[in-house]
């Protein structure tokens, strides 16, 4: 089985196709061909809103889930700047998490980001690859997903960033929560020392 197929077949698996209301052979009708090198099948918001993505993530026995305020996910979209494809399904080359600049802030870790010249994560993509690789979400080595931002109505951007990390099951997380993928935000001003900024060589959408 191809990487892509592998892929794919655990997007089926995990039950993407009905979250899109599709079956299992229209969804794989709509993966585009893998870049070469492979890389990580992302599945867009257009496709699967990301708050309903969220729950497939899994870290042992415990499901993801989206943190109590933040219930306006779905209007995180791609940063200025940062083209992505229009597309239900594409592809994120080269990833990484970006442990290099824990305890950055999103405006150093950004323009660190582009002169490398990559591209920062969006939330999406971020779990995106987590569905395909759990074991990438490890207690202190987390992430921010800054390639996503919310614009305000009158000019500029939202204060807080999306982020990836493991909950501690405190809070209105609950006990019940602890250890589980958690998508919450950070301000984009602050620093945390066991966040990353996760970031991809490029996204690609070859034809199907």
């Known amino acids: 089985m191809t990487a892509a197929a592998a892929q794919t077949s655990r997007l ?11 079956t299992g052979a229209a969804f794989t009708d709509l993966v585009p061909a893998a870049p070469e090198g492979g890389g990580v099948l992302v599945v867009s918001p257009s496709l699967v809103p990301t708050a ?3 729950p497939l993530l899994t870290k042992g026995d415990k499901p993801g889930f989206v943190v109590e305020d933040l219930t306006d996910l779905a209007d995180f979209v791609p940063a ?4 992505v494809p229009e597309a239900p ?3 994120i080359t080269d990833v990484e998490r970006g442990d290099g600049m824990a305890n950055w802030s999103p405006a150093e870790a950004l323009p660190a980001i582009r002169e490398r010249g990559r591209v920062p994560l969006t939330v999406s993509e971020g779990i995106s690859w987590l569905l395909q690789e759990p ?3 490890e207690r202190g080595r987390c992430f921010m997903t800054i390639g996503s931002r919310k614009p305000r109505a009158k000019g500029g951007l939202d204060a807080r960033t999306p982020a990836l990390w493991i909950s501690n099951g405190t809070g209105r997380d609950s006990r019940a929560r602890k250890g ?3 998508v919450g935000w950070c301000w984009a001003g602050n620093r945390h020392t066991w966040l990353g900024f996760a970031s991809a060589g490029a996204r690609r959408c070859p034809s199907p």
């Open 12 to 22: 089926i698996d995990l039950g993407v196709p009905d979250l899109a209301g599709l």
């Open 89 to 91: 399904l594409y592809w």
């Open 135 to 137: 074991e990438r979400l």
């Open 180 to 182: 589980a993928p958690k």
């Open 52 to 54: 309903e993505l969220a």
């Open 80 to 83: 200025p700047g940062e083209t």
